[in-house]
């Protein structure tokens, strides 16, 4: 399937109804991911993935696709700058190690945002008798230090390392 998406001079895309007038279906990743050029039905969110016009091109309506067919047919050079640099955009942001780097961020934003200890609802605080001094019903808390957080990020930045 790759092949065929990389062979063609345009993948056209659109949405289905159970999409809800959102994009992001994986027809926008496997395009770009292969360098090939797409033309996408606009969505309302779809410049949260990709810039329309400099990553993909967007249409909205039938006469519209077809207008931007025939004017991509004509301008080789335009739709591949734009291949171009939607395939960068796709392999920097959403190929398997953009996303672990995306997710060590978060990880690292939130082990830099903690003190020293970080308190969460214990899981089985209804099922545990009352500790002295606490009524049944009240919440426990358990606590994680910065280092297990610490201790994530590194395990995630081992397996990032496999990654390259």
Do not use: W
Request: hydrophobic share 35%; with cysteine.
């Amino acid at each position: 399937m790759f092949r065929v998406l990389k062979q063609g001079n345009i993948v056209v895309n659109a949405e289905i109804n159970l999409a809800r007038g959102e994009a992001g279906n994986s027809r926008l990743f496997e395009a770009t991911g292969v360098g090939s050029f797409l033309l996408t039905e606009r969505q309302s969110n779809i410049a949260q993935y990709f810039t329309p016009g400099e990553e993909i091109e967007t249409y909205a309506s039938l006469g519209e696709m077809l207008e931007k067919i025939a004017h991509y047919l004509a301008h080789p050079v335009e739709r591949e700058t734009i291949a171009q640099k939607g395939h960068s955009r796709c392999i920097e942001e959403y190929s398997m190690l953009g996303r672990c780097k995306t997710l060590d961020n978060i990880f690292r934003s939130r082990v830099r945002r903690s003190s020293t200890l970080v308190e969460r609802p214990s899981r089985n605080d209804s099922l545990l008798p009352p500790k002295t001094g606490q009524t049944q019903g009240q919440s426990t808390m358990e606590t994680a230090t910065t280092g297990q957080a610490a201790d994530l990020a590194q395990i995630l930045e081992s397996a990032l390392s496999h990654l390259t």
